[in-house]
């Protein structure tokens, strides 16, 4: 259900401004179309964009909990423990 509506509820507005220029190609289909297509892509680029954005807060807890390992054990987790 999420993927449908992610995707699906674009992919559709697009399809439905393809049918429109396919029916009438000129006045109403071209209008149609500009429409559909534009509010399609509209709706994938701001469901793009929340991906991107959410993706922001995964790096912060990930960079926050090796924050927290660097206090505990004095070194970042991705160091490798080599001693002089």
Same mark, same amino acid.
């Given at each position: &259900? +999420?993927? #449908? %509506? $992610?995707?699906?509820?674009?992919? *559709? &507005?697009?399809?439905?401004?393809? %049918?429109? *220029? %396919?029916?009438?190609?000129?006045? #109403?289909?071209?209008e149609? #179309?500009?429409?559909? +297509? @534009? @509010?399609? /892509?509209? +709706? /994938? /680029?701001?469901? !793009?964009?929340? =991906?991107?954005?959410?993706?922001?807060?995964?790096?912060? =807890?990930?960079?926050?909990?090796? $924050?927290?390992? #660097?206090? =505990?054990?004095? $070194? !970042?987790?991705?160091?490798?423990? +080599?001693s002089?």
């Amino acid at each position: &259900m +999420v993927l #449908f %509506v $992610r995707y699906g509820i674009g992919g *559709l &507005m697009i399809l439905a401004g393809l %049918v429109c *220029l %396919v029916i009438d190609p000129g006045g #109403f289909g071209t209008e149609g #179309f500009s429409m559909a +297509v @534009g @509010g399609g /892509l509209s +709706v /994938l /680029l701001l469901n !793009w964009l929340y =991906r991107l954005g959410v993706s922001g807060d995964r790096d912060r =807890r990930e960079e926050e909990a090796a $924050r927290a390992y #660097f206090e =505990r054990h004095g $070194r !970042w987790p991705d160091e490798d423990d +080599v001693s002089p």
